[in-house]
C-alpha cells in the first residue's frame, strides 16, 4: 500500500497549484475589465457614457429639471470648475463652484444670445471673475435651426483654446439633443392633427346620414329610433373625446359595433357582418381611431357600390409578439395602382382614411408596421394591421 503521507503531500501540491491557477486567470480577468483597453479606448468610453447619461435628460427640451441633470455630466466632460446652462429667459442649471455669479450669468451672456457667437470673459472685463478661483468663462450659443434658444457657459481659472473648442461642441450637442426634443414634440402635434382629421372625416358624411336614418324611424318605429339615438350618442363620444392618442383593440370594436348598428340602420340586411376575435388580444393598446376608419372605408368605398349583399369580416388574432387585425369586404375593391399612389401622398384620392391610419402606424411603431392591403377590382380588400402587444408608454 503507497505510503499516505506522501499522497498527501502530493495532493496539498496539486490543490495549491489549481488554487494559483484560479487566482491567476482571475486577476488577469479583473484587471482586464478595470483597465478597458488602452487610455484613448477608456476617454472615448468615459466621453460617451457622459453623453449618454446627459442626452436621456434633454430628452424633453430645455427646461430646469433635465438640465441640471444634464449639467453634472457635461462639466465632468469640460473638467471645468462650474458649468451653467440657460434658456432666452433665465439660468435652469449651474453646476459647481462660483455659484455667487449665477444671478449676474445672463448679463453676460446677453451678447451669445443676441448675437450667436461664442465669447471669452476673463477678469478684465468683468471684474467679479477676480474674486474666486475661476477667473474666466467661455459662453457658447445653443442653436436650434436659426435661432439661439440658450448658451452653455464654462468657469476656469483661464479659458485656452481646448475649452474654448470643446464648449462650442457641448453647446452644438446640447442644441442637437434640443432639436430632437423638438421633432418629437412635432411629430406628436402632427398625430393630434391626424386624429383631428379623422374626426372631421366622420363628422360630416356619417353624422348627415346617421341622422336622416334615425329620423326615418322617429314615427314608424319611435324605440328603434331612440335606441339609434342613444347609440349615435355614445359613438360621437368616443370618437370626439378629447383626452389620449391610444385605446384598446376592445374599446374600437365597441365604436365599430355602433358604427355598423347605424349603418344598419341604412342599409338594412345589404350589410352582414362576422366578427373573429381572440380574447387574448382585447387588452392590446393601438392608437386612437385606427380600426373605425378601416370598417368605414369598407362600407363607404366596398359594399356601398356593390349590387345586393355584402359581407365584411373583422378578425383579431394572437401573432406571437404581435396583434393581427384583419378587415376584409367582398366590395367593388380598388385599384391597387392607384391605391399605392394615395397611400404615398403623391394622389389624393377618396380613401384619406386609409392613407391617415397607415401614416400614422408608421409614425407609431415604424414603416415595418403600415397597412397591408390586397386588393383589386371587383376582388374586393383585405387590410392587415400589426401592431405589438408589448408598448411602454402608450398608455390606453
Known amino acids: 500500500m503507497p505510503d499516505s503521507p506522501l499522497y498527501a503531500a502530493a495532493a496539498v501540491a496539486v490543490i495549491a497549484l489549481a488554487i494559483a491557477v484560479v487566482v491567476g486567470v482571475g486577476l488577469k480577468v479583473l484587471r482586464s475589465f478595470r483597465e478597458l483597453g488602452t487610455d484613448a479606448e477608456r476617454a472615448t468610453y468615459n466621453t460617451l457614457h457622459a453623453a449618454s447619461k446627459a442626452g ?4 424633453t427640451g430645455l427646461n430646469p429639471a433635465g438640465a441640471a441633470k444634464a449639467s453634472r455630466q457635461l462639466r465632468g466632460l469640460l473638467g471645468c470648475d462650474a458649468l451653467a446652462i440657460t434658456d432666452v429667459s433665465g439660468v435652469l442649471a449651474w453646476d459647481g463652484a462660483a455659484e455667487e455669479l449665477k444671478p449676474q450669468l445672463m448679463p453676460l451672456a446677453a451678447d451669445v444670445l443676441a448675437g450667436g457667437r461664442t465669447q471669452v470673459i ?15 468663462a467661455v459662453i457658447a450659443p445653443i442653436r436650434a435651426g436659426s435661432r439661439v434658444v440658450g448658451v452653455v457657459a464654462a468657469f476656469a481659472p483661464s479659458a485656452g483654446a481646448g475649452l474654448v473648442r470643446a464648449t462650442s461642441e457641448v453647446a452644438d450637442w446640447v442644441a442637437a439633443q434640443v432639436e430632437l426634443a423638438e421633432l418629437d414634440a412635432s411629430r406628436t402635434l402632427l398625430m393630434e392633427a391626424e386624429v383631428r382629421a379623422l374626426r372631421a372625416q366622420i363628422s ?5 346620414n346617421s341622422l336622416n336614418a334615425i329620423a326615418s324611424f322617429i314615427n314608424t318605429d319611435p324605440a328603434r329610433a331612440r335606441e339609434l339615438v342613444v347609440e349615435f350618442a355614445d359613438f360621437t363620444r368616443y370618437s370626439f373625446r378629447r383626452h389620449g392618442d391610444f385605446t384598446t383593440l376592445a374599446e374600437e370594436l365597441r365604436c365599430i359595433d355602433r358604427y355598423l348598428l347605424l349603418e344598419r340602420a341604412r342599409f338594412g340586411e345589404r350589410v352582414q357582418v362576422s366578427l373573429r376575435i381572440a380574447p387574448e388580444v382585447l387588452g392590446t393598446v393601438i392608437p386612437f381611431l385606427s380600426l373605425q376608419p378601416l370598417v368605414e372605408n369598407a362600407v363607404r368605398h366596398g359594399l356601398e357600390a356593390k349590387e345586393g349583399p355584402g359581407h365584411i369580416t373583422i378578425a383579431a388574432n394572437d401573432s406571437g409578439a404581435f396583434a393581427e387585425v384583419t378587415i376584409e369586404d367582398d366590395g367593388v375593391g380598388m385599384d391597387p395602382v392607384q391605391l399605392q399612389s394615395m397611400l404615398a401622398g403623391h394622389t389624393d384620392g377618396e380613401h384619406v382614411g386609409l392613407r391617415n391610419v397607415d401614416a400614422r402606424l408608421r409614425q407609431v411603431y415604424g414603416d415595418d408596421h403600415g ?5 383589386a377590382p371587383g376582388e374586393g380588400t383585405l387590410i392587415t394591421m400589426r401592431v405589438p402587444k408589448s408598448q411602454p408608454g402608450h398608455d390606453a
Open 56 to 59: 436621456q435628460h434633454l430628452r
Open 122 to 136: 476673463t477678469a478684465g472685463d468683468f471684474p467679479a471673475l477676480a474674486a474666486g478661483r475661476v477667473s474666466s
Open 204 to 208: 360630416p358624411h356619417f353624422i348627415y
Open 371 to 375: 397597412l397591408v392591403i390586397e386588393t
